[in-house]
Structure formats: C-alpha cells, structure tokens
C-alpha cells in the first residue's frame, strides 16, 4: 500500500464518520503519543471546511434545468418532443 493511497483511504473513511466518532477518533490522535508528535500544533488551528470545485457550476439562471431536459435537448438537435 503506498502511502497517497493510505492517505486518501484515510480521508474516505474519515469522511463516513459520525460527529461522535470523529470527535473520538480526534481524542485518539491528539492523545497517541507518535501522532500527536507527528501533527504538532496544526490539530489545534481553526478547520476549513471543504468545498466541491464544481459547486454552481451549472448554474444558468433559468431555474431548473433538469425539469427541462427532454426541451433542452430537442432544442440543442432540432428535434420535436
């Protein structure tokens, strides 16, 4: 196992805790010795929290796009629905 896909293994199981178990998980690493070594100060800074890159994306302004699919595709092939 190489250690970017521990990372990222890490990350998606973390993801999939509950606020209990995440706040118990963060109580084990600040409290394991060798851990709490290793992420020093940084488990004390304020947490950012993650935004999706393609957030908004789609955003036409013309309310719900997906409602008007079938219309939207016809237009774009010159075909009747």
Excluded: C, W
Excluded at 2 to 8: D, L, M, S
Excluded at 9 to 19: A, G, I, K, Q, T
Excluded at 43 to 72: F, H, M
């Amino acid at each position: 196992m190489t250690a970017g896909y521990a990372h990222e293994e890490l990350h998606h199981l973390v993801d999939r805790l509950s606020p209990d178990q995440a706040r118990r998980l963060l109580h084990l690493v600040k409290t394991d010795p060798e851990l709490a070594e290793t992420v020093g100060e940084e488990i004390d800074e304020p947490v950012r929290r993650r935004r999706l890159s393609i957030a908004g994306i789609g955003a036409s302004g013309e309310g719900d796009l997906s409602e008007r699919v079938e219309d939207l595709l016809a237009e774009r092939f010159n075909r009747s629905v």
